[in-house]
T-cell receptor
Framework: KQEVTQIPAALSVPEGENLVLNCSFTDSAIYNLQWFRQDPGKGLTSLLL?????REQTSGRLNASLDKSSGRSTLYIAASQPGDSATYLC???????????FGGGTRLMVKP | DAGVTQSPTHLIKTRGQQVTLRCSPKSGHDTVSWYQQALGQGPQFIFQ???????QRGNFPDRFSGHQFPNYSSELNVNALLLGDSALYLC??????????????FGPGTRLTVL
């Protein structure tokens, strides 16, 4: 059974810092990995999707890497801003279009 | 292009009642998945519908059932509500034919409170 863990569970940083969020999964037979952002009480916004054959994806100030063999992914946020404050979730898929298994999320607060 | 939509936004029910939640997928998508998210936790997979059939199911009791219509929209039904069913219910859609890029897009969710 796939299990996904995110560390840390919560993080508070001053504005402008670069930061790294971690995600680990127990079964390396994944099809893809997605990072999501969730604002309080809202739905999930997809940030980045990395296919199993890829090593990283970038979107603006966000960079996600994937090391499938070791079961790890990191989300790097450059020059953090107060608007980045949210919960960040990672999820893995066993095959195309199939169920996503989520981690518990990292709750990020960026202080002005 | 409308994204994934869900209705209603909020719902309050009492124990033992039944509830129906609705989801319309993103334009061009044919697969709908449902997730339950308890407060402070990551979403848990309930089931997935494709071509009007349940394709995969998570570890949820038979009180949770669903349906997909010919226009790809979907309903989630929960019978005999328990206090523990209180959660944010999320719908996600994807396109089954996009090999290698089955990105899932989520709706805003329905907040269900069971009293």
């Amino acid at each position: 059974k796939q299990e996904v863990t995110q560390i840390p569970a919560a993080l508070s940083v001053p504005e402008g810092e670069n930061l790294v969020l971690n995600c680990s999964f127990t079964d390396s037979a994944i099809y893809n990995l997605q990072w999501f952002r969730q604002d309080p009480g809202k739905g999930l916004t997809s940030l980045l999707l990395i296919q199993s054959s890829q090593r990283e994806q970038t979107s603006g100030r966000l960079n996600a890497s994937l090391d499938k063999s070791s079961g790890r992914s990191t989300l790097y946020i450059a020059a953090s801003q107060p608007g980045d404050s949210a919960t960040y979730l990672c999820a893995v898929s066993g095959n195309a279009g199939n169920m996503l298994t989520f981690g518990g999320g990292t709750r990020l607060m960026v202080k002005p | 292009d409308a994204g994934v939509t869900q209705s209603p936004t909020h719902l309050i029910k009492t124990r033992g009642q039944q509830v129906t939640l609705r989801c319309s997928p993103k334009s061009g998508h044919d697969t709908v998945s449902w997730y339950q998210q308890a407060l402070g936790q990551g979403p848990q997979f309930i089931f997935q519908y494709y071509e009007e059939e349940e394709r995969q199911r998570g570890n949820f009791p038979d009180r949770f059932s669903g349906h997909q219509f010919p226009n790809y929209s979907s309903e989630l039904n929960v019978n005999a509500l328990l206090l523990g069913d209180s959660a944010l219910y999320l719908c996600a859609s994807s396109f089954a034919g996009t090999k290698g890029l089955a990105e899932q897009f989520f709706g805003p969710g329905t907040r269900l409170t069971v009293l």
